[in-house]
């Protein structure tokens, strides 16, 4: 079983729970203290964001390709949701169809930057009547998302737990949300598969068998030290 790994561009915030992670994140100052020297806001110690990917049932095509298929693109999806990261939404933009095209839920980022990990796993395929598959993901947040305050201070957000999405692909020349129709048949995203009212029960019932051991929740150890903030006098 071969695991694929992506690695995030450094400022994107990504989470299972559909990016919602970011709302309780910031503060205001009040005045009581003064600001940390722009000059002395510590580097990002730590080895980006990633997600792997990986195919843990035997599949024949064309569901072993659509399931490959299925964990790249949403991948991408997860890791566009950040306004900065243009050239990958647009890449996303490319692979989905137009009536799921929705630029409205990206979320600025309010981190210095983000470490850890996510696993998505493709645990099963099946072949629907209109010609599109439905892939089974399971999304294990392990070791887990990490993100660094402008304080240095490295916290856990909110939203990291185990998920299901089953996303429709489809083999077909249709034109994508984003890009010219193409001259051949390409995968295409039909449906994110996002299912928002399943119960852990049900998410257990499907991902468990299925769930890597051990389970790390953890942040990996700094690439580098941490400089101290210092204030201006």
Request: negative net charge; charged residues 20%; hydrophobic residues 40%.
């Amino acid at each position: 079983m071969a695991a694929r790994t992506i690695l995030t561009r450094a400022r994107v915030v990504v989470s299972a729970s559909l990016l919602v992670l970011l709302a309780a994140g910031c503060q205001t100052d009040n005045g009581a203290s003064p600001e940390p020297s722009t000059s002395a806001l510590p580097a990002f110690p730590y080895p980006p964001f990633e997600i792997h990917t990986d195919v843990a049932v035997p599949l024949q095509p064309p569901l072993a390709d659509a399931a490959r298929f299925a964990l790249q693109v949403t991948v991408d999806g997860r890791l566009s949701n950040d306004p900065d990261e243009e050239e990958l939404y647009e890449r996303y933009r490319s692979q989905i169809a137009p009536e799921i095209d929705n630029p409205g839920i990206r979320i600025p980022d309010i981190y210095v930057g983000q470490t850890g990990g996510a696993l998505q796993r493709a645990v099963a395929a099946r072949e629907l009547p209109d010609g599109a598959v439905e892939v089974s993901l399971c999304l294990y947040d392990t070791p887990g998302l990490y993100a660094m305050k402008k304080d240095g201070e490295l916290v856990k957000p909110p939203g990291g737990s185990d998920g299901l999405w089953r996303p429709q692909v489809k083999w077909t020349a249709q034109k994508a949300a984003a890009g010219s129709a193409p001259a051949e048949p390409l995968w295409l995203l039909m449906n994110s598969g996002v299912l928002l009212d399943i119960t852990e029960e049900e998410i257990s019932a499907v991902c468990g068998p299925f769930r890597p051991d051990p389970f790390i929740q953890r942040p990996p150890d700094p690439t580098a030290a941490t400089q101290t903030p210092t204030t201006e006098r």
